[in-house]
């Protein structure tokens, strides 16, 4: 989580394998991450709030065991999905989820669906490339906006 700060529990404490976690819930755009990602997708839902756009957060948590059925449900609630990854489009847990939604819910996508993962490029060394690199709330933003249609909606203008 590299720079998140907060409360931590001091009793023990166990998050349940296979148990997605969805941080909010709207009804127009589903947002399916992990990690340090959660994060910045919430931030992105809360921006996306404020012009109308009310997106759900899942948070996997873990992804083996993978919670297929709540990735499903949100998928098909929602018809559309952004899923956001730190890893390389290749063989990455979005592209896994991605898939996923592709087989067993596309009949049921309002819209493209849209991975918000890296380039498939090595990481720069450089911070201030990194910054570029990495997903970000502005990029997450950008994704759904995309998947939303607002990008060929102006572009048609």
């Known amino acids: 989580m590299y720079d998140v700060e907060g409360e931590v529990p001091d009793e023990p404490y166990a998050i349940p394998f296979g148990e997605a976690n969805v941080t909010r819930e709207g009804k127009d755009i589903a947002i399916?991450?992990?990690g340090r990602m959660v994060n910045f997708a919430n931030e992105a839902a809360d921006n996306l709030?404020?012009?109308?756009?009310?997106?759900?957060?899942?948070?996997l948590r873990t992804t083996s065991p993978l919670d297929?059925?709540?990735v499903l449900d949100v998928a098909?609630?929602?018809?559309?999905?952004?899923?956001v990854d730190e890893a390389h489009p290749r063989c990455?847990?979005?592209t896994d989820?991605?898939?996923l939604i592709g087989e067993e819910a596309f009949a049921l996508a309002r819209g493209a669906g849209e991975n918000g993962?890296?380039?498939?490029?090595?990481v720069p060394f450089s911070p201030a490339l990194e910054d570029i690199y990495i997903p970000s709330v502005a990029k997450i933003e950008a994704a759904v906006r995309e998947v939303?249609?607002?990008s060929r909606a102006k572009a048609a203008e």
């Open 32 to 34: 399916i991450t992990l």
């Open 49 to 59: 709030a404020k012009t109308g756009v009310k997106a759900t957060v899942v948070d």
């Open 68 to 70: 297929r059925e709540t």
């Open 76 to 83: 098909r609630e929602t018809g559309r999905v952004v899923v």
């Open 92 to 94: 990455s847990i979005a």
């Open 97 to 99: 989820i991605a898939a």
């Open 117 to 122: 993962d890296l380039p498939h490029a090595p």
């Open 148 to 150: 939303m249609g607002y």
